[in-house]
């Protein structure tokens, strides 16, 4: 450790930090000095978690201690006098189970003891926005009414400074991106880098909004990973495309050029699937974790076409109103119901193991639904055995709580911590008088 902290002082960095995050995906941490690296390495710095969301302890508990994962180091490309690196949560010396990455890297332990590791790339789409006087927010240039704007040019080119400063920075630090676009709301982007190791991904989707929001800050505007900032916009998703490889070979063995089926999977991504299908409802409240979340999840909402969000228990090749999608190359599948405002690690722990226990009972996924679903009524719905997903926080969260799995993965405390944080979520929002109330009841009776 006394060679990588002379290395670390030799790049001019002071101060290092390792960001473990709480139930919601934030990082938090204490600064170091760097002279005082080998006893940050070893974990010396202590938390009182009560002061943070979700870490299942009360005041009269002992501290939890960071233990930075030092093979990740980032050096802060805006403030390189400060070393980033993700952490893990223990207690006592030993892991604590109630922090997300570590529950994370306790079933990659189990995909790898059945032969499996785990690769995972997750899309970042987030808005750039401008902050109001009142508090509010809204589109930087107020006279672009363009109602369709994906893929548009000039407005990628009108945020190009915002964009090029992540974008090299991406590349930068090696996660090699490979394309990025105006996305289906002005001001909307989409970033794709390659994917990793699943522990990986989720640090570097961590550090990216970090990131993101530093950037827009330079420019004075606010990068939001709110999943539905404006309710006549599309949502911001961040869709996990997930495969198995040999832990030996590094095959991937998701692909399949001779499926029967014809979307370019094998029997094993089946049965993964179909595990996550099995869960699907209680998943919801990983990946769509916030009352905003489901804004987003709807058919259509108060746009003037189709949201593109998954509304759908159900899977299929390239049709993208399923909340599972097997895109057009095959050997990989995609999660659409995660969006921008989800902890990764958490989101990735369920659908990792909900894909496993899959395996393990070799299930069926039936179908792949291929038609536009958003289209299809109630009864045609019922018909193919097909249900929708949550409509509400408070629905996920129920679906959450009544699943046994979600215990048999994530241990009590952090189920429970989860569901009471979200639950008193809801309730907050439930009982907030909102604009829309008072446009149109105040004056009615």
């Given at each position: 450790?006394?060679?990588?902290?002379?290395?670390?002082?030799?790049?001019?960095?002071?101060?290092?930090?390792?960001?473990?995050?709480?139930?919601?995906?934030?990082?938090?941490?204490?600064?170091?000095?760097?002279?005082?690296?080998?006893?940050?390495?070893?974990?010396?710095?202590?938390?009182?978690?009560?002061?943070?969301?979700?870490?299942?302890?009360?005041?009269?508990?002992?501290?939890?201690?960071?233990?930075?994962?030092?093979?990740?180091?980032?050096?802060?490309?805006?403030?390189?006098?400060?070393?980033?690196?993700?952490?893990?949560?223990?207690?006592?010396?030993?892991?604590?189970?109630?922090?997300?990455?570590?529950?994370?890297?306790?079933?990659?332990?189990?995909?790898?003891?059945?032969?499996?590791?785990?690769?995972?790339?997750?899309?970042?789409?987030?808005?750039?926005?401008?902050?109001?006087?009142?508090?509010?927010?809204?589109?930087?240039?107020?006279?672009?009414?363009?109602?369709?704007?994906?893929?548009?040019?000039?407005?990628?080119?009108?945020?190009?400074?915002?964009?090029?400063?992540?974008?090299?920075?991406?590349?930068?630090?090696?996660?090699?991106?490979?394309?990025?676009?105006?996305?289906?709301?002005?001001?909307?982007?989409?970033?794709?880098?390659?994917?990793?190791?699943?522990?990986?991904?989720?640090?570097?989707?961590?550090?990216?909004?970090?990131?993101?929001?530093?950037?827009?800050?330079?420019?004075?505007?606010?990068?939001?990973?709110?999943?539905?900032?404006?309710?006549?916009?599309?949502?911001?998703?961040?869709?996990?495309?997930?495969?198995?490889?040999?832990?030996?070979?590094?095959?991937?063995?998701?692909?399949?050029?001779?499926?029967?089926?014809?979307?370019?999977?094998?029997?094993?991504?089946?049965?993964?699937?179909?595990?996550?299908?099995?869960?699907?409802?209680?998943?919801?409240?990983?990946?769509?974790?916030?009352?905003?979340?489901?804004?987003?999840?709807?058919?259509?909402?108060?746009?003037?076409?189709?949201?593109?969000?998954?509304?759908?228990?159900?899977?299929?090749?390239?049709?993208?109103?399923?909340?599972?999608?097997?895109?057009?190359?095959?050997?990989?599948?995609?999660?659409?119901?995660?969006?921008?405002?989800?902890?990764?690690?958490?989101?990735?722990?369920?659908?990792?193991?909900?894909?496993?226990?899959?395996?393990?009972?070799?299930?069926?996924?039936?179908?792949?639904?291929?038609?536009?679903?958003?289209?299809?009524?109630?009864?045609?719905?019922?018909?193919?055995?097909?249900?929708?997903?949550?409509?509400?926080?408070?629905?996920?969260?129920?679906?959450?709580?009544?699943?046994?799995?979600?215990?048999?993965?994530?241990?009590?405390?952090?189920?429970?911590?989860?569901?009471?944080?979200?639950?008193?979520?809801?309730?907050?929002?439930?009982?907030?008088?909102?604009?829309?109330?008072?446009?149109?009841?105040?004056?009615?009776f």
């Amino acid at each position: 450790m006394e060679e990588l902290k002379n290395k670390l002082k030799a790049q001019g960095v002071k101060y290092c930090v390792g960001a473990y995050v709480d139930i919601h995906g934030v990082p938090k941490g204490k600064f170091v000095p760097i002279d005082h690296f080998e006893h940050f390495a070893e974990g010396s710095e202590l938390y009182t978690g009560y002061a943070l969301d979700g870490l299942g302890q009360r005041p009269n508990d002992d501290e939890i201690a960071s233990l930075p994962d030092t093979n990740h180091i980032i050096q802060l490309p805006w403030q390189p006098e400060v070393a980033w690196m993700p952490a893990d949560n223990t207690f006592k010396g030993e892991p604590y189970e109630v922090n997300t990455r570590v529950a994370l890297k306790k079933v990659l332990a189990q995909a790898e003891a059945m032969g499996f590791t785990v690769n995972l790339g997750i899309e970042c789409e987030v808005y750039v926005v401008k902050e109001t006087e009142n508090g509010g927010i809204e589109i930087p240039d107020q006279n672009d009414h363009l109602d369709k704007v994906c893929y548009d040019v000039k407005r990628f080119m009108d945020r190009f400074t915002w964009l090029d400063k992540v974008s090299t920075t991406i590349n930068d630090l090696g996660w090699d991106l490979y394309s990025l676009d105006q996305e289906d709301a002005t001001s909307q982007f989409e970033f794709d880098f390659k994917y990793a190791d699943a522990l990986t991904m989720c640090d570097r989707y961590i550090f990216f909004r970090m990131m993101a929001k530093q950037y827009a800050a330079e420019e004075g505007l606010l990068a939001t990973f709110m999943p539905k900032p404006f309710a006549d916009k599309t949502g911001s998703g961040a869709h996990f495309n997930l495969s198995l490889a040999d832990s030996k070979t590094g095959e991937n063995l998701f692909k399949d050029a001779n499926d029967p089926r014809g979307l370019g999977l094998s029997e094993l991504g089946y049965q993964f699937s179909a595990g996550i299908l099995k869960h699907g409802p209680a998943l919801c409240a990983a990946f769509a974790p916030t009352v905003n979340s489901y804004k987003r999840l709807v058919r259509k909402g108060l746009m003037s076409y189709y949201s593109w969000a998954p509304v759908f228990n159900s899977y299929g090749s390239n049709n993208r109103t399923n909340s599972l999608r097997v895109p057009m190359s095959g050997g990989r599948i995609e999660s659409r119901n995660a969006d921008a405002s989800c902890n990764p690690y958490l989101a990735a722990t369920l659908m990792l193991a909900a894909g496993l226990q899959g395996i393990q009972e070799k299930l069926n996924p039936g179908e792949a639904q291929e038609e536009n679903l958003y289209e299809f009524t109630p009864e045609q719905l019922a018909e193919r055995g097909i249900s929708e997903l949550p409509r509400s926080l408070d629905e996920a969260v129920h679906a959450f709580a009544s699943d046994p799995f979600i215990e048999e993965v994530l241990g009590s405390t952090l189920r429970d911590e989860f569901i009471r944080y979200k639950s008193e979520e809801w309730r907050q929002y439930h009982q907030r008088v909102t604009d829309w109330e008072v446009d149109h009841y105040a004056r009615r009776f």
